[in-house]
């Protein structure tokens, strides 16, 4: 018979989540300033900040992970657009858009969540124009997988500021080399793939193998089954 392969799918997407409002907020928030002062213990005149209430997030991706973010954004005011292929809708997502209109989704918006596997078809999506359409001076969220990102774009976005802020927990080679660029700028937070690690990880993975093989033994659907022709 044929082997039927499954995922952890969902186990991760709280965790994953949380990061990306994080991510968020911290560029919002202008954190990299607010560090830089702190450390050079200097006080200086207020200026204003981010009012997430008030943007416009384009999450690259509506799977588990993409739509607990999306949940979180709106019950924050957040204006949501989506990228979805079937456009079903999805709770907390104003708007819908086909991945192929990345482009246009991106142009103008204050921040950008990125939660796609790593597939031929998503590797490098998020490139140069992606970037550029974008606000100046928006928020990078990176959870899915590093090379859904064009690296060297989001380098070249960062060293002239049209990216604000970039939370990074993936990267397009793992770990990220020590000569990285993007180590050594003070608007990127780097996090080692670590972003989904949780007390309760361990838990819900062996309660959903357990809920997968009464499954399989009683004939019916399994979860999270991988698609053959996307894999993932």
């Excluded at 990299?32 to 200026?47: A, H, I, Y």
């Excluded at 416009?56 to 949501?80: E, F, M, P, Q």
């Excluded at 927990?169 to 003070?186: G, H, I, K, N, Y």
């Amino acid at each position: 018979g044929r082997i039927a392969f499954t995922t952890s799918a969902g186990v991760h997407a709280e965790p994953l989540a949380e990061y990306a409002l994080f991510g968020l907020l911290a560029g919002a928030k202008t954190l990299p300033r607010l560090l830089r002062q702190q450390r050079e213990t200097r006080w200086t005149d207020r200026w204003e900040m981010g009012l997430l209430s008030t943007q416009r997030v384009l999450l690259v991706g509506l799977g588990g992970i993409g739509r607990v973010v999306a949940a979180k954004l709106a019950a924050l005011g957040v204006t949501v657009v989506g990228t979805s292929r079937s456009g079903e809708p999805v709770d907390g997502v104003q708007e819908l858009v086909h991945p192929d209109n990345l482009v246009d989704a991106a142009t103008d918006v204050d921040g950008i969540v990125v939660s796609l596997p790593g597939t031929a078809a998503t590797d490098g999506l998020v490139d140069a124009k992606v970037l550029r359409a974008a606000k100046p001076g928006f928020t990078l969220v990176s959870i899915g997988r590093g090379a859904v990102i064009d690296e060297p774009a989001l380098i070249d976005a960062l060293r002239d500021e049209h990216v604000g802020f970039a939370a990074l927990d993936v990267f397009a080679a793992e770990p990220l080399a020590t000569d990285s660029p993007l180590w050594s700028d003070p608007r990127v937070l780097i996090s080692p793939h670590t972003a989904a690690l949780n007390s309760a990880e361990d838990r819900l993975i062996a309660e959903l193998f357990a809920d997968n093989a009464t499954r399989f033994l009683d004939g019916q659907p399994l979860r999270n089954r991988v698609d053959t022709v996307e894999f993932y």
